[in-house]
């Protein structure tokens, strides 16, 4: 194993990325443990030019802001690029990934070690969901959204999250 320098990388800060869009309670379960295990926490929400996502980066931003105001020490930025690029600029060692069941772990596996040949120093925590969100993802709320099952929408997405989702996705189906 090869030794290298003392690092100015923090191992008590954490990177958990993702496009977020929006947000679910999948998500804010890793938020909240993974606020626990270290003393700060960015929420860094990727802006992938190739995707049309449902909300701005400043609307998903102001939502991920409103759902985690509970942990302080918790912060939301957006980053454009690598994620392994944005975790090493905001001087931290650790970056969180949520990951539900076997769907995610050839994907998350495969981005971990690209990203361990990147950058050596910057080790990936993974969290299982917990059971209840293991099947919780973005395009599931968005298509229970647009059936307009908003007391369907409380098992999968924050309360603060539901009117706008609503909204947006009407907006849309009127064109």
Excluded: C
Excluded at 9 to 38: C, E, M, W
Excluded at 60 to 79: C, D, M, N, T, Y
Excluded at 92 to 99: D, F, K, L, Y
């Amino acid at each position: 194993m090869t030794s290298h320098a003392a690092s100015a990388l923090s191992p008590t800060k954490a990177v958990y990325t993702g496009s977020f869009d929006p947000i679910t309670l999948g998500h804010l379960n890793i938020i909240q443990r993974s606020a626990l295990l270290y003393d700060h926490l960015v929420i860094g929400i990727g802006v992938n030019t190739e995707k049309s996502p449902l909300f701005s980066v400043e609307e998903r931003i102001g939502l991920i802001q409103h759902v985690a105001r509970p942990w302080k020490h918790v912060e939301v930025l957006s980053f454009d690029g690598l994620a392994v690029d944005f975790v090493r600029k905001l001087g931290a060692r650790v970056m969180v990934r949520g990951v539900r069941p076997l769907t995610d772990i050839a994907g998350e596996f495969t981005m971990m070690m690209a990203n361990r040949q990147l950058d050596p120093e910057i080790e990936t925590v993974f969290l299982m969901a917990d059971e209840e969100y293991a099947h919780v993802s973005s395009s599931l709320i968005k298509q229970i959204a647009v059936l307009g099952h908003g007391r369907a929408l409380e098992r999968f997405v924050p309360p603060e999250v539901i009117p706008p989702l609503l909204e947006r996705v009407r907006a849309l189906a009127q064109g």
